[in-house]
T-cell receptor, first 116, second 114 residues
Framework: GAVVSQHPSRVICKSGTSVKIECRSL??????MFWYRQFPKQSLMLMAT?????????EQGVEKDKFLINHASLTLSTLTVTSAHPEDSSFYIC????????????FGPGTRLLVL | AQSVTQPDIHITVSEGASLELRCNYSYGATPYLFWYVQSPGQGLQLLLK??????LVQGIKGFEAEFKRSQSSFNLRKPSVHWSDAAEYFCAVGERSNDYKLSFGAGTTVTVRA
């Protein structure tokens, strides 16, 4: 149980285009999903918290207009990187939290984004 | 503000030997403590967690961790490592007052030599 998927696993795009990443909880309902960014050989940095049916909460320094987050259902959250630039290249990981047990997050496999 | 320190950036251990990864946290309240493992290019897998009760917790893959409040530590151990344990290990801390948002340590890379 508690499986989280992400799609796509890898994406290469041209500078200036937008990229959408999906995060799904496959076997549980997730009232909250989190989006992280991980640079090579570094730890995870929380970007934003996504609650179903409400606006996402962004961490300090994260541009909300750059990283659009939508949590339309209890099993799906999306992260759209708008007008991507090479500095947005990174590993993006989502996690989901079960509605009934809020302490533990289950992580997706990550999405590798390369902006050329 | 909460913070997590993993003092060891890289540890090399022989297959079959024991492993201990250190984690120290700075926290005002009772923390919720986690250890995650990440294989290259993959997401994070939960190894174990501590919320309350017995301070020695058992996890998956033969790992265990001990919470020591007096030392603000939550060290991860495995008695005998396998080559498949080579990975990146992250300690994380959450707090109820912060809606259980996780703060991660910098990670420890474990290399297993034959």
């Amino acid at each position: 149980g508690a499986v989280v998927s992400q799609h796509p696993s890898r994406v290469i795009c041209k500078s200036g285009t937008s990229v959408k990443i999906e995060c799904r909880s496959l076997d549980f309902q997730a009232t909250t999903m989190f989006w992280y960014r991980q640079f090579p050989k570094q730890s995870l940095m929380l970007m934003a918290t996504s609650n179903e049916g409400s606006k996402a909460t962004y961490e300090q320094g994260v541009e909300k207009d750059k990283f659009l987050i939508n949590h339309a259902s209890l099993t799906l959250s999306t992260l759209t990187v708008t007008s991507a630039h090479p500095e947005d290249s990174s590993f993006y990981i989502c996690s989901a939290r079960e509605a009934s047990g809020q302490e533990t997050q289950y992580f997706g496999p990550g999405t590798r984004l390369l902006v050329l | 503000a909460q913070s997590v320190t993993q003092p060891d950036i890289h540890i090399t251990v022989s297959e079959g030997a024991s492993l201990e990864l250190r984690c120290n946290y700075s926290y005002g309240a009772t923390p919720y403590l986690f250890w995650y493992v990440q294989s290259p290019g993959q997401g994070l897998q939960l190894l174990l967690k501590y919320f309350s009760g017995d301070t020695l917790v058992q996890g998956i893959k033969g790992f265990e961790a001990e919470f020591k409040r007096s030392q603000s530590s939550f060290n991860l151990r495995k008695p005998s490592v396998h080559w498949s344990d080579a990975a990146e290990y992250f300690c994380a801390v959450g707090e109820r007052s912060n809606d259980y948002k996780l703060s991660f340590g910098a990670g420890t890379t474990v290399t297993v030599r034959a």
